[in-house]
């Protein structure tokens, strides 16, 4: 089983280099210390798993990972990483990555992981699933109410905050309270992606905004 190790730790690319190489199952092809080098080594050597640190100068690991999938190459992507956040690990998946672990992780359970990710198993650290799992049970525990929705449909109409608070006979604070709660509860940052979310979860169906029944 071949591997690329992807940090910009000498220190750590060693030290995971030494540990995969006293195990007869794999084979260390190379090592890259940034985004772009991984890219050129995955192209020459065909790994079949690519230990991917996230952040590094250069080009860093979420915009390597989706660079290997447009150009279409086919080693897996398991993450090796510190960062457990929301804005790391959702954008490593979304941009392919078949695995995301923690630098903490037992040895045992990186070979494992390893192996997995081989055969395109998916494999995430407790943490990141936990936070993933609530992350997604969140919004079916919290639905938009009435007054949302109607905040929300005037929203996607192109409403401004100070035209929807007119339209609904409320202050445009009290708009831009609905607004936070809405992206609390829809798990999203800004206005656009309420809207998508909300069109994605059948919330909100294309039509010009009206009184809800």
Request: glycine fraction near 8%; proline fraction near 7%; avoid cysteine.
């Given at each position: 089983?071949?591997?690329?190790i992807?940090?910009?730790?000498p220190?750590?690319?060693?030290?995971?280099?030494s540990m995969?190489?006293?195990?007869p199952?794999?084979?260390v092809?190379?090592e890259a210390?940034?985004?772009a080098?991984?890219?050129?080594?995955?192209?020459?050597?065909s790994?079949?798993?690519?230990?991917?640190?996230?952040?590094?100068?250069?080009?860093?690991?979420?915009?390597?990972i989706?660079?290997l999938?447009?150009?279409?190459i086919p080693?897996?992507?398991?993450?090796?990483?510190t960062?457990d956040?929301d804005?790391?690990?959702l954008?490593?998946?979304?941009?392919?990555?078949?695995?995301?672990l923690l630098?903490d992780?037992?040895?045992?359970?990186?070979?494992?992981?390893?192996r997995?990710a081989?055969?395109g198993?998916?494999?995430l650290?407790p943490?990141?699933a936990a936070?993933?799992m609530?992350?997604?049970r969140a919004p079916?525990t919290?639905?938009?109410?009435?007054?949302?929705l109607?905040v929300?449909?005037l929203v996607?109409?192109?409403?401004?905050n100070?035209e929807?608070?007119a339209r609904?006979f409320i202050t445009?604070?009290?708009?831009?309270?609905?607004?936070?709660?809405?992206?609390?509860?829809l798990?999203?940052?800004?206005?656009a992606?309420?809207?998508?979310?909300?069109?994605?979860?059948?919330?909100?169906t294309p039509?010009p905004p009206g009184?809800?029944?």
């Amino acid at each position: 089983m071949s591997l690329l190790i992807v940090d910009d730790h000498p220190v750590v690319r060693d030290g995971l280099s030494s540990m995969f190489a006293r195990d007869p199952e794999f084979e260390v092809l190379g090592e890259a210390s940034d985004g772009a080098e991984a890219i050129r080594l995955a192209r020459s050597l065909s790994p079949d798993v690519i230990l991917m640190d996230l952040r590094m100068p250069g080009m860093d690991g979420v915009t390597a990972i989706a660079e290997l999938a447009r150009l279409g190459i086919p080693a897996r992507v398991l993450v090796l990483t510190t960062y457990d956040t929301d804005s790391h690990v959702l954008p490593a998946i979304e941009a392919g990555a078949t695995g995301y672990l923690l630098k903490d992780a037992p040895r045992a359970e990186l070979v494992r992981a390893v192996r997995a990710a081989a055969q395109g198993q998916s494999v995430l650290a407790p943490s990141v699933a936990a936070r993933l799992m609530s992350r997604f049970r969140a919004p079916s525990t919290s639905p938009l109410s009435r007054r949302e929705l109607e905040v929300l449909e005037l929203v996607a109409a192109g409403t401004t905050n100070r035209e929807t608070a007119a339209r609904l006979f409320i202050t445009e604070a009290t708009v831009k309270t609905h607004l936070l709660n809405i992206y609390a509860k829809l798990g999203v940052g800004d206005r656009a992606a309420a809207v998508a979310e909300a069109f994605n979860r059948g919330l909100l169906t294309p039509g010009p905004p009206g009184p809800r029944p």
